[in-house]
């Protein structure tokens, strides 16, 4: 069995050691959830990684979010060189679900980009799940998603070895089955290749070339190859290939599946006679037995996992398969950032529900379509077996279940920063003043909007006094967010403007100062866990402050500023009787999205920078805003902002 071996230059320090040592207790212990309270900067993510080290069990880190992921993806890659870590989100680099507005009665189709660079680290993640004991999956919320029965995904696995009897075309044509295809020209992921006797086969989850050689109907080796050059890396005496895909229905499948939609449809269709819904009886009997002819002839149609509950064989109501799965029962869970985290993983469900149930109750799909869908909470609890919570500002929900572990001390020395009140009246100005001290000395800044607008018009202000200032928030991708974030470590930029996505996970040791806007504006972006949070970016450098622009003093306001209080006195105590000099963090700026999807960015990101330039808003900027259309579940925007876009495309593609 695999060991985890965490590779590190330091030792655990300030109360790590404790916090580590009262964790492992827990799980001994076999408590099911307990919390690590850990202040920013303190190092949670090296105490995860050392009771990980210690617990030697497959563990799942779940993120709220893409950039968060990424960082810890890297950080943990760090950590365990010689283990399994992999990375798991969505692999959509855009998402448009099929909806339906009632009110103005438009029907959107769905409309997604899928990475690829993605999806195969995705399947990289359930290969190792199944091969290994050795293993850390960073995740975001999109691993309580679909992703089809374990079962099936296992079944489909081609096992062989040197020496196997099987015939040629047999195994061809099992590789086709497992959504393999075959090209002659360009040898590419998820694709195979057959010269003579030879098959070179091109893993969709790797970056190495599997080659086979028969004789006859015999395999007579098995090698290793690098993807460009061909050359030899190994021979092998045995091995695997996994499906190119993780949703893997049983070959007769859509046979067995095909008389209960047929059944399913009747009973609608009758449903909707009934009531005098013609119209609706009429369209979704058209789309369904479309639907069944082209499964039929080809084994797949647009929107094939509407039909999941038939073709996966569950009942209704039962939870699909999801890479949760995939862990073996006696797996660890962390929640990173867990007052955010959990949120989300209980509002997909509902949210999911509500916009196919329109769908449905209008006719455009069977109402089996609901269960394909995300986990609801209780099913989501039931993979909860032995769970730490991480966040600096845990939940009520976390709190409520007790057995909290307080990481306080940074091992650096740095204690909470000082945090200054100021009037809110000419905010900006005095902003403007000390954002050239700022400037003057090389430091960075963070400074906290209300709105994505304000953050906009802020950073372009900052700009015309000739200040690096950019501003970022939900709009920008994955990529561009966390090229903002190295841009602003490396001093490309010197300012940085947003909302609340600059708040949880972000490592940023170079900020000295923190400015939020309006602090007195009581809501869920002024609240005392976001201000916490908020003043948690600039502790990680011993000449940083935070300066709160407020004409009141809010409950908020009151309970983060003694909180921060407590913390910073905690510290400098600490730092007295261990005659510890605090020390600015230093880390190497790095990348945080790994290298494939660093590389994909690059190559798409100059591709659409470069076109359409004369356009008054660029394809990029008008995909941005049907983005956010489609995450406010503006549909019918985003159609419109869709249709556009293709309207500009149609000159590229006439050449």
């Known amino acids: 069995m695999h060991k985890f071996i965490l590779h590190s230059h330091f030792q655990p320090s300030g109360d790590q050691p404790e916090a580590i040592q009262k964790l492992l207790s827990g799980l001994e212990n076999h408590k099911r959830f307990q919390t690590l309270m850990g202040v920013t900067g303190s190092g949670k993510t090296f105490t995860m990684a050392n009771v990980i080290a210690e617990i030697n069990k497959p563990a799942l880190i779940l993120a709220h979010n893409k950039t968060l992921a990424a960082q810890l993806y890297s950080e943990f890659k760090n950590f365990f060189p010689e283990n399994a870590v992999h990375y798991f989100v969505s692999y959509y680099d855009y998402y448009q679900p099929e909806a339906y507005i009632p009110a103005s009665d438009i029907y959107i189709e769905k409309d997604a980009s899928v990475n690829e660079n993605i999806e195969k680290l995705r399947l990289a993640a359930t290969k190792a799940l199944l091969e290994r004991n050795d293993v850390i999956i960073i995740a975001s919320v999109s691993c309580i998603y679909g992703l089809g029965k374990r079962e ?129 009886a009429q369209r979704i009997r058209t789309r369904t037995l479309y639907d069944l002819e082209m499964m039929k002839e080809t084994g797949y149609c647009s929107g094939i996992e509407n039909y999941s509950l038939w073709l996966d064989g569950r009942e209704h109501g039962q939870a699909p398969g999801t890479l949760l799965d995939f862990f073996p029962e006696d797996f660890l869970m962390f929640i990173d ?181 309006d602090a007195d504006r009581e809501g869920y972006l002024r609240s005392y866990r976001s201000l ?35 913390r910073r006195a905690i510290q400098i105590d600490f730092n007295e009787r261990n005659n510890i000099t605090p020390r600015s963090i230093e880390k190497e700026v790095y990348n945080l999205l790994p290298p494939e999807l660093e590389k994909a960015f690059k190559k798409n990101g100059a591709d659409k920078n470069n076109k359409h330039m004369p356009l008054k808003m660029s394809i990029h900027e008008l995909e941005h805003l049907m983005w956010e259309s489609v995450e406010k579940l503006d549909f019918e925007r985003a159609a419109i902002l869709r249709d556009k876009i293709a309207e500009i495309k149609k000159p590229d593609q006439k050449k």
Request: hydrophobic share 35%.
């Open 152 to 280: 099936n995904y296992e079944n489909a696995i081609i096992k062989f070895k040197a020496g196997q009897k099987i015939d040629m075309h047999e195994f061809l044509t099992s590789l086709v089955e497992n959504y393999y295809t075959r090209n002659e020209f360009s040898l590419e992921a998820g694709n195979f290749r057959v010269r003579g006797d030879t098959v070179d086969i091109f893993p969709a989850y790797d970056d190495q070339i599997i080659r086979i050689i028969f004789f006859d109907d015999e395999i007579e080796s098995i090698s290793i190859h690098e993807p460009i050059t061909m050359k030899l890396i190994k021979r092998t005496e045995q091995t695997s290939i996994y499906p190119a895909k993780h949703y893997v229905t049983e070959n007769d499948a859509i046979e067995k599946a095909a008389p209960l939609i047929k059944n399913e449809l009747e009973k609608i269709e009758s449903d909707f006679k009934s009531k005098g819904k013609l119209i609706e």
């Open 337 to 517: 950032e867990s007052h955010i985290t959990l949120p989300q993983v209980r509002g997909m469900y509902n949210g999911d529900r509500e916009r196919k149930k329109t769908l449905v109750e209008n006719g455009f799909r069977l109402p089996s379509c609901l269960d394909n869908r995300p986990l609801n909470w209780n099913e989501f609890e039931n993979f909860m077996h032995e769970v730490i919570f991480v966040s600096a500002t845990p939940g009520d929900y976390e709190l409520s279940l007790g057995n909290i572990t307080e990481q306080i001390i940074r091992p650096t020395g740095i204690p909470d920063p000082v945090v200054e009140i100021l009037p809110a009246v000419n905010q900006v100005d005095d902003l403007i003043a000390r954002l050239r001290d700022i400037d003057e000395k090389k430091e960075r800044a963070l400074i906290l909007t209300l709105t994505k607008k304000s953050s906009e018009d802020l950073a372009d202000y900052l700009k015309s006094l000739k200040f690096k200032s950019k501003y970022i928030h939900s709009e920008l991708n994955t990529f561009e967010r966390a090229e903002l974030i190295r841009d602003l470590r490396s001093g490309r930029i010197n300012i940085l403007t947003g909302i609340n996505l600059l708040r949880e996970g972000m490592d940023l040791p170079e900020v000295t100062l923190v400015a939020i806007l």
């Open 532 to 566: 916490v949070q908020i003043m948690g970016r600039a502790a990680r450098n011993i000449n940083s402050k935070v300066i709160l622009y407020a004409d009141n003093i809010t409950g908020s306001i009151e309970n983060a500023v003694n909180e921060t209080k407590r």
